[in-house]
């Protein structure tokens, strides 16, 4: 969106349009200024007075154009229609994929959940493990050992799926 500066009745207006329209747009402004300034002294104190026998000036320019049909003309497709129904497509997509990332995201937190939970289980074998171990149970050190050595791959190997998960 662009910003054009309008000169009207030798007040400044700013005025939003699409990028590219701005000449266009400063050109009818300019006949809004021609109209207003044609009213000469009949102009009254208040704008939007001025502002409506001008827009009347000028729609009865367009009626007269347009052959006195009595039925107005049929506006012209503009940039800004083309522009809206281009955004509203890009809306619709963006929306989908806002849904999809919103899908995704609910079932990487499940899986988040589920590997915790599955780590919360693991640190749980290992301390048991190491109790065990502690106490010198009816398992050779070798044993426990090895027992241990399997159980901290195992967390490892969740810590590392939990980091994933989270990138």
């Known amino acids: 969106m662009s910003t054009v500066t309008l000169q ?3 007040r400044s207006y700013q005025v939003a349009c699409a990028d590219g329209e701005e000449a266009h747009i400063e050109m009818l402004g300019g006949m809004i200024d021609a109209k207003f300034n044609a009213m000469g002294s009949a102009r009254t104190p208040q704008d939007a007075q001025n502002f409506l026998f001008a827009s009347l000036m000028l729609a009865d320019e367009v009626h007269e154009a347009s052959g006195k049909s009595g039925a107005p003309a049929a506006p012209a497709p503009s940039v800004d229609d083309t ?7 890009e809306l619709e997509e963006l929306r989908s994929a806002q849904s999809s990332l919103n899908d995704e995201l609910e079932s990487l937190s499940k899986e988040l959940q589920s590997a915790r939970e599955e780590a919360k289980s693991l640190s749980e074998q290992l301390k048991e493990a190491k109790e065990a171990a502690d106490q010198r149970d009816m ?3 070798d044993v ?8 901290a791959a195992k967390a490892e190997s969740f810590a590392e799926a939990l980091e994933g998960s989270a990138a």
Do not use: P, V
């Open 8 to 10: 009207i009745g030798g």
């Open 83 to 89: 522009a809206n129904a281009e955004n509203a497509a």
């Open 139 to 141: 398992f050779g050190e």
């Open 144 to 151: 426990i050992a090895g027992r241990l050595e399997e159980l």
